[in-house]
């Protein structure tokens, strides 16, 4: 399974780093301003290459004369981040020339042990193209010229990072997955228990547990057999809504726990029972259902509540208005502190990971869904009554089919949404993300 590269921009401040960010990530979501040091904070986000995808984070301006409180924390934030990077692009005005500033920080740069690319911006500007010579003295390799404004010179930009953030070839899923093992992924939002819950499913106080939020920084494996199988357990990192991501570890934290996402057939999304389920919390689920992920949704903290079987209503109803995705996912309600309901879990985690990769039959599977076109057919397209002829898997780990009709176009959400439940209702894929795809048939 491939791992997402991350690149990091550096720079001083008002050289158009978010500008960039913004570009590169066809997004609006980095804050744009003439002032400098608007950029605060560290910004992530995902940007599209012919060659995949990279994660992308926006720094702050970096200063090295401490004349401000903040210089010290961004520099920090910075630091932090260039330890996940494999590759920074080193910001620089090529309006304004070569500044003693970027030569401190260049100075800094190379003392971090990772690649780095000199990008001279503003190239649309006169004569910036010829001035971009001057930034060879930083000794850094030739400068890429480019508009992060009006997007000129973007190609030549991936291009010189290629070398670094190459991915190969996607394998498939279902070869590198260990049948004996299912990689869980622990993720929430911070402070909802998730390293409790991890001491107390591998019954050892191998990791932090502190109340204070975000403690845990990094990311701890933790392997434990039982019958025969394995349960690989990822405690990830608390994931934040990235705007509110204002501390360098935090920011940090974000991308080792979409990493971990990577890496996980399973996710145990934890909510806190006493705050109930809010709209983080479906932001970090929808990060897992959108990476084909199983999902068990966890409830903890279930000994502070008394009124049990009113809560549990409450709790059905937020889960169909707020987690739709997760309306067929098992649900748990459980105590870390305690312990109290945690060995429901490995039964759970072992069916989810096993349904996850089976192959069904091709016998079954057309017979599954000739009966459900045929209970319920789609809207007839134009004149043509909608006719179904054969149905293929095509992926497992997460499971994926192909229905072969005369239709020219798929019918509309809701019966797709139909063959999906049906599905996952008749081969037992309860909080497994499957996807339905109608082919017409090739003439």
Request: hydrophobic residues 40%; neutral net charge.
């Amino acid at each position: 399974m491939r791992r997402q590269p991350v690149v990091v921009i550096v720079g001083r401040p008002n050289v158009g780093k978010s500008t960039l960010f913004n570009r590169l990530t066809k997004s609006r979501r980095a804050l744009v301003h003439d002032l400098p040091g608007v950029t605060r904070d560290r910004i992530i986000g995902d940007a599209a290459y012919h060659g995949g995808v990279v994660t992308l984070i926006d720094t702050g301006g970096l200063l090295f004369d401490d004349s401000d409180d903040f210089l010290p924390l961004i520099r920090s934030q910075a630091d932090m981040a260039l330890r996940e990077a494999d590759a920074v692009l080193f910001l620089l005005d090529g309006y304004s020339g070569l500044m003693p500033e970027d030569e401190e920080i260049a100075a800094w740069l190379r003392s971090q042990n990772v690649p780095v690319i000199p990008v001279v911006n503003k190239g649309d500007r006169g004569g910036v193209e010829v001035q971009a010579s001057e930034f060879y003295s930083l000794g850094m390799g030739d400068p890429v010229v480019v508009s992060a404004e009006h997007g000129m010179g973007l190609a030549e930009l991936w291009d010189a990072l290629e070398e670094y953030i190459r991915q190969p070839e996607i394998e498939d899923e279902e070869d590198e997955a260990d049948p004996k093992e299912a990689r869980i992924a622990i993720i929430g939002r911070p402070n909802v228990g998730k390293s409790s819950l991890l001491n107390r499913l591998i019954g050892d106080e191998r990791v932090l547990v502190s109340n204070v939020p975000g403690t845990t920084r990094d990311s701890v494996d933790a392997v434990l057999t039982q019958d025969g199988f394995r349960y690989r357990f990822v405690d990830t990192a608390g994931i934040r809504r990235k705007g509110k991501t204002e501390k360098g570890p935090e920011v940090l934290s974000v991308v080792m726990a979409r990493r971990q996402l990577e890496r996980a057939h399973l996710c145990l999304l934890l909510v806190d029972a006493v705050e109930g389920i809010t709209n983080q919390d479906a932001h970090i689920g929808g990060y897992a259902w959108e990476g084909g992920r199983g999902l068990i949704l966890i409830v903890n903290k279930w000994d502070l509540i008394e009124d049990r079987a009113r809560m549990r209503a409450e709790f059905e109803d937020m889960v169909a208005r707020q987690l739709k995705f997760m309306r067929h996912s098992p649900v748990l309600y459980l105590s870390a502190l305690t312990g109290k309901g945690v060995r429901k879990l490995f039964p759970i985690m072992r069916r989810m990971h096993e349904a996850r990769g089976r192959k069904v039959p091709t016998s079954d599977l057309n017979r599954l869904l000739s009966e459900a076109w045929e209970r319920r057919p789609p809207p007839v397209q134009g004149r043509k009554e909608p006719r179904f002829y054969y149905a293929t898997q095509v992926q497992s780990s997460p499971p994926a089919f192909v229905l072969f009709t005369n239709l020219n176009q798929e019918p509309h959400f809701s019966y797709m949404r139909y063959l999906e439940n049906t599905l996952r209702v008749q081969l037992g894929l309860e909080g497994i993300p499957i996807r339905v795809m109608i082919r017409g048939r090739k003439k």
